[in-house]
């Protein structure tokens, strides 16, 4: 545990723990405003969560050289989580297209004239 300062640990835990809550107040809004693309961001926030409790145990065990394979994890995942992460923005971003359209009168003229 000595491989980090108590700042350093804080920092840490207190993002884990935060981003936690964030995919949690996430899954929750898209509940609220009936929107499933959100529920996809708060899974598409995993991956960079397991990544990010890689870092922090391979850190508890004082990066311990049998452990390396976290490291090659914790990237993995995080390269996973970007493009997870890019997928759910992307699903959000069209579903509120789809929304614009269905909510538009003068959109659904131009979409019928097409």
């Not at 935060?18 to 961001?41: D, F, P, Q, S, T």
Request: aromatic share 14%.
């Amino acid at each position: 545990m000595h491989a980090l300062s108590i700042p350093t640990w804080i920092i840490h835990v207190s993002s884990v723990i935060e981003w936690i809550a964030a995919i949690w107040l996430i899954w929750k809004y898209g509940e609220v405003i009936g929107n499933r693309a959100w529920g996809a961001l708060s899974f598409g926030m995993l991956p960079a969560l397991v990544s990010a409790m890689c870092a922090c145990t391979w850190h508890f065990f004082e990066n311990s050289k049998s452990l390396e394979w976290l490291v090659t994890l914790q990237a993995s995942m995080t390269v996973i989580g970007n493009f997870t992460l890019f997928a759910a923005a992307w699903w959000i971003w069209r579903s509120t297209k789809t929304k614009d359209v269905e909510n538009n009168p003068v959109s659904q003229n131009f979409v019928k004239s097409e």
